[in-house]
């Protein structure tokens, strides 16, 4: 069976934490500026080593560019990020377009393949060790997902990968925008219910799927999350406030695919994972806890706190917003307390001296231990689950209210499955109308 097939998998890297952020990658030992061609390369299904002889790197070069169409070598930024122009190389294969997107990893380049004759996405990792090193990792997950998900549906397909002016390069499938910048360029206007039921399938079956192989995605958030396709429709929306014509009509996905990306802070499960992962707004209260309470019940963090970023992730898809706002410990807990309820005393009762910031008297220290009356605002500002759902759900709003109690639980041993969220009536209903 392939649940039988899937316990078997490697646990490679098993003891390497994962790096934050991680993203873009070309990879290589530092050069003189004199070896402007070299690179070293590996396709994912075909591996193709890349060598030049000291006699091929001399001969390449006639003033100050390379015969195979290398650009002349210009130095990283001070950040180490790669400098180049549209129409510029990288290596003789692939032609850079333009920029798609940038972080703290590097930068997404648009490019055409001569080979495949496709435009494709590069990441272009930053020329520092620990971003190379992330990209590495990101490379091994990729490529481990790639042999397992046969049909390519669920995670993004890593096409190649390769070292450039020691920056590592990945290359993968082009595709559409984020659900948080279609979410952006939409004035943060909410999904329609059906298609927050569709994607919602979707992320939780690749995140099961994951799970599965023993592996836990860390950093699960609308950015990490991209669509198929850039194609939309325009629809009436009724509900805006706003006098603008315009206003009047919001953008839908003509298709609810939708691929996960972003692997570089992926781990595999093993105990006492005590460090913090995950972007604030997406973080499992244990994720938070994790660093001054005995472990999360004496366990750290698992594959429950990509369970907790699905819930997150839903709820803004239905509002248009984000759920927790916050980029403070405490307020961060005092807006799950306002939203979801009182921390359990079990979890509270655990945490350690240094905790005291946080917790007075086996309750969170809030509001006397708030930074300022804008943070109490803030907080106070927040309905319950159950009314902010409601507020934007006209149909299949108990449904959904249910699931997200199930996936935003403070206990993690408590928290649904992701495999169990698919069979949630939320997801039923559909099938049960089509």
Known sequence: MEMERMAEFSRNYMD??????????WDIPETPKAQVGLF???????????????????????KGVARNGSPPWRDDDKDGHYMFELGDNLTSRYRVHGKMGEGTFGQVLECWDRERKEMVAIKVVRAIKKYREAAMIEIEMLQQLGKHD????????????????????????????????????????????????????QLLECVAFMHDLHMIHTDLKPENILLVS????????????????????????KSSAIKVIDFGSTTY????????????????????????CNGF?????????DVWSVGC?????????????????????????????????????????????YVRRGRLDWPEGANSRESIKAVMKLPRLQNLIMQHVDHSAGDLIHLL??????????????????????????????
Request: glycine share 6%; hydrophobic share 35%; net charge positive.
């Open 230 to 253: 850039s194609e939309y429709l325009k629809i009436p929306d009724y509900k805006s406030s706003s006098r603008a014509p315009c206003s009047f009509y919001k953008r839908v996905p």
């Open 297 to 305: 019940l004496g366990l750290g963090w698992s594959y429950p706190c």
């Open 150 to 201: 046969k049909g390519g549906n669920r995670c993004v397909q890593i096409r190649n990968w390769f070292d450039y002016r020691n920056h590592i390069c990945i290359v993968f499938e082009k595709l559409g925008p984020s659900l948080y910048d279609f979410l952006r360029k939409n004035n943060y206007r909410s999904f329609p219910i059906d298609l927050v039921r569709e994607i919602g399938r």
């Open 16 to 25: 390497r934490p994962p790096r934050k952020r991680a993203r873009l990658g």
């Open 269 to 292: 499960e093993r105990e006492n994972q005590n460090y913090i992962v995950s972007t604030r707004h997406y973080r499992a209260p244990e994720v938070i806890l994790v660093d001054f």
């Open 405 to 434: 109690q199930g996936l935003l639980r403070y206990d993690p041993f408590e928290r649904v499955t992701a495999r169990d969220a698919l069979r949630h009536p939320f997801f039923m209903r559909d099938h049960l109308r089509r």
């Open 313 to 357: 992730i839903l709820v803004e898809l239905c509002t248009g917003e984000a759920l927790f706002q916050t980029h403070e410990n405490l307020e961060h807990l005092a807006m799950m307390e306002r939203v979801l309820g009182l921390l359990p005393q079990q979890l509270l009762k655990r945490v350690d001296r240094h905790a005291e910031k």
């Open 40 to 62: 070293c390369g590996q396709e994912v299904e075909n591996i193709s080593s890349y060598a030049p002889s000291e006699h091929n790197i001399t001969s390449s070069l006639f």
